[in-house]
């Protein structure tokens, strides 16, 4: 088997310098306290605020459950306006809180709410906004605000991509009511399961503390219809120890997708996404969009790079509306949502994570240029590296 025929996966998690994880084990194990926000969950917590630059946040055991309570602490009911170009979660979080989603279109580019398109959705039962920022990439955050205020309605931002993402050096899970994060393990950022919730006064802060851990306020007081939500120590003690690499993780992704982007440049049919201007990226996902100008199908390519060990991901496809769940649902039409569905129908994401070798981008690179058997673009191939 040569090098390259290993099986490459659209992500594979970085994980801490395991001495170092076993150091804090060794503290767990001695004082025995393994949950029920400890000294590690309390730590990191601290460290969090500092490293994103937030006021407030508040940790939990994944990023659906950060968001199910999010929709709880602002008392959400009714409808709220959301994407369908998402992972399933953002709309689920909103049916296990009885909720309706209504789903409207994105922008044709990066794949976000269309934020000219959210008003004409309003009805009377709306009450809040929840777009996600795909890819990390940064919604049009002060149109939909001004929307927002102007209807009455809150805003949570699903910001699962956006761990340390900054707009003009401000982090966007400023952004909104409440942000939610996930670090599960395929995230750019993880804790193996895990999430937060960003927000901007310790009384929420304190109301969302008491709904991750049944209501509890004392040994005997509770004080609120809570849920069991809450960080556990070993992934918050993991978590401290990531926060340390991130930096040169960011760096290293940052690279793959400069270089990916270069050699795709000058291929027929294929769009990468470029950096928002004043926005410092996590390059958490690598997406490329299949048009009719490329030689094979989407899904035709997916599966080619699938024949030689290459598994992309189609993020996101199905789209949510498109569910058996929700495609019922009025705003669910095809006719109300050809971006999205465009979108969906023409995304694949390449492989990115900071071990992924370039050995491995090359070959995922001319797999995709292999088609053309195009002189010049194989001769920029090997110039590149
Ligand atoms: C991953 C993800 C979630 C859910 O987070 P988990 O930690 O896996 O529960 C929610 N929304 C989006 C957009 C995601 O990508």
């Known amino acids: 088997m040569k090098e390259t025929d290993h099986k490459i996966f ?3 998690p970085t994980l801490p310098n395991l001495d170092e994880f076993v150091g804090a084990l060794t503290q767990i194990w001695g004082s025995k306290r393994i949950t029920n926000i400890g000294q590690f969950h309390q730590e990191f917590e601290k460290q969090l605020t500092v490293y994103l630059g937030v006021k407030y946040i508040s940790l939990f055991a994944n990023g659906t459950l950060a ?5 709880q602490a602002l008392g959400l009911v009714g409808e709220v306006i959301t994407t369908p170009y998402s992972f399933v979660a953002t709309a689920h979080s909103l049916w296990w809180n009885k909720i309706k989603p209504v789903f409207v279109d994105v922008d044709p580019v990066y794949g976000n709410l269309d934020s000219d398109k959210i008003e004409k959705a309003i009805t009377e039962k709306t009450t809040a906004i929840l777009p996600v920022h795909v890819y990390g990439n940064p919604c049009e955050h002060d149109k939909i605000k001004a929307i927002a205020d102007k209807h009455n309605l809150k805003l949570i931002y699903d910001a699962a ?18 942000s939610i994060l996930s670090f599960h393990a395929t995230k750019v950022f993880n804790t193996i399961e895990g999430g937060a919730i960003i927000c901007h006064d310790e009384q929420t802060k304190q109301q969302i503390d008491y709904l991750k851990n049944f209501g509890f306020a004392g040994e005997t007081s509770i004080v609120a219809p809570g849920i069991n939500a809450k960080m556990n120590e070993l992934q918050a003690a ?11 993780h960011v760096k290293k992704r940052q690279e793959i997708s400069f ?4 050699l795709l440049k000058n291929i027929k049919g294929i769009r990468c996404l470029e950096d928002v201007d004043h926005v410092s990226h996590n390059y958490s996902y690598f997406p490329i969009f299949v048009d009719k100008n ?3 199908t989407r899904d035709e390519l997916y599966h080619k790079l699938k024949d030689n060990n290459i598994f992309g991901r189609r993020y996101f496809y199905p789209l949510i509306s498109d569910l058996s769940i929700y495609k019922a649902l009025p705003s669910a039409k095809h006719s ?3 971006k999205a569905k465009k979108m969906a129908e023409q995304v694949i994401c390449l492989p990115i994570y900071p071990e992924l070798e370039h050995i491995y981008t090359k070959k995922i690179v ?9 002189k010049k673009l194989s001769t920029n191939l090997s110039h590149f590296y």
């Open 294 to 296: 490329y030689l094979l």
């Open 366 to 374: 001319s797999i995709i240029i292999d088609n053309y058997n195009d």
């Open 336 to 338: 109300n949502l050809t």
């Open 67 to 71: 968001l199910m309570t999010a929709i």
């Open 10 to 12: 659209v992500t594979q």
């Open 259 to 262: 270089k990916y982007r270069e």
């Open 238 to 248: 993991y978590g401290i120890l990531q926060l340390k690499a991130f930096k040169d």
């Open 161 to 178: 991509h956006a761990f340390r993402v900054e707009e003009n050096g401000n982090s966007i899970l400023n952004y909104g009511d409440l």
